[in-house]
């Protein structure tokens, strides 16, 4: 699917919305991908589609470098500015797309990112590419908005809602799809996990961050105040008594190895 306008206009738009408090509604998705990455002192980490820089710098300190990728130099500057105000020196920044990931083979121990793949052109793609990048053994280590297995309804009124807030929006995949995006590209497959985040996401904030015109914001709160049971259930909304509401987005977590 082509989106209605480019991560890297979107992102370039909207990069100082990438704030702490949006970093604090992905804190456990943070948490489950640096368990399970067993990253080590002598580990070299690509970070892809890296944004604001917050799950970089979370590697950064426990690697021997790291690498963030991105497509937005918008997102790119505020990331070097949080990896500046943290004293990392070895951590830095380049400027590229994840279906074209631009080094050589092998070149990484582990291959994270966090939040992002549902704008990717193409996901089959991406994992292709950071098969190729990995050197026998090495991880990857995705962490994902998705939708849950089964359920058609909920995905497709999830996908409308998300691709009105942010254009840039491709899709949400399901864990079941994950598992075989990495099978495809010749992952071993560890764990492939529904992560559901314990910090609740406020709508109309999470509204504002998307940047959307008054008409398609009007549009998500109605189908977020009016969702489907099923959907209701699934991502645990709450409306407020002020109009506002609060709720859950299922984070799909994959670990995957490259045969040795
Ligand atoms: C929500 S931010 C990512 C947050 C970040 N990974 C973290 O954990 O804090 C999504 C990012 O994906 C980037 N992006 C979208 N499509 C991309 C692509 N095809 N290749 C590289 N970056 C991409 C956007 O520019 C944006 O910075």
Redesign the pocket.
């Known amino acids: 699917m082509i989106p209605a306008r480019t991560?890297?206009e979107q992102?370039d738009r909207q990069a100082p919305q990438?704030n702490a408090e949006w970093?604090a509604w992905?804190g456990d998705s943070?948490a489950w991908l640096l368990a399970r990455a067993r990253c080590q002192p002598a580990h070299t980490v690509l970070?892809?589609?890296?944004?604001?820089?917050?799950?970089a710098v979370a590697f950064a300190p426990l690697a021997a470098a790291v690498i963030g990728?991105?497509?937005?130099t918008g997102?790119l500057a505020e990331a070097r500015e949080r990896a500046r105000a943290a004293g990392l020196v070895n951590l830095t920044f380049e400027t590229?797309?994840?279906?074209s990931l631009p080094f050589p083979p092998a070149r990484f121990d582990i291959v994270v990112?966090?939040?992002?793949a549902h704008?990717?052109?193409s996901v089959p793609q991406f994992a292709a590419e950071a098969y190729r990048v990995l050197r026998p053994g090495g991880r990857l280590l995705v962490s994902d908005t998705a939708e849950p297995d089964g359920d058609p309804e909920v995905d497709a009124w999830h996908n409308r809602l998300e691709v009105l807030r942010d254009p840039?929006h491709v899709r949400n995949y399901t864990p079941a799809e994950w598992r075989a995006f990495a099978l495809a590209a010749g992952f071993i497959v560890e764990e492939v996990e529904q992560v559901c985040e314990s910090g609740r996401i406020g709508m109309n904030s999470w509204i504002a961050k998307g940047g959307c015109d008054e008409a398609a914001a009007a549009e998500v709160r109605r189908l977020i105040l009016e969702a489907p049971p099923e959907a209701v259930r699934a991502f645990s909304i709450a409306p407020s008594p002020d109009g506002d509401a609060t709720f859950q987005w299922v984070r799909v977590a994959l670990s995957a190895r490259k045969p040795d």
């Open positions: 991560s890297r992102f990438y970093n992905n943070l970070d892809v589609a890296t944004g604001a820089g917050f799950t990728l991105d497509v937005s997102m590229g797309a994840a279906e990112c966090r939040l992002a704008h990717f052109l840039s």
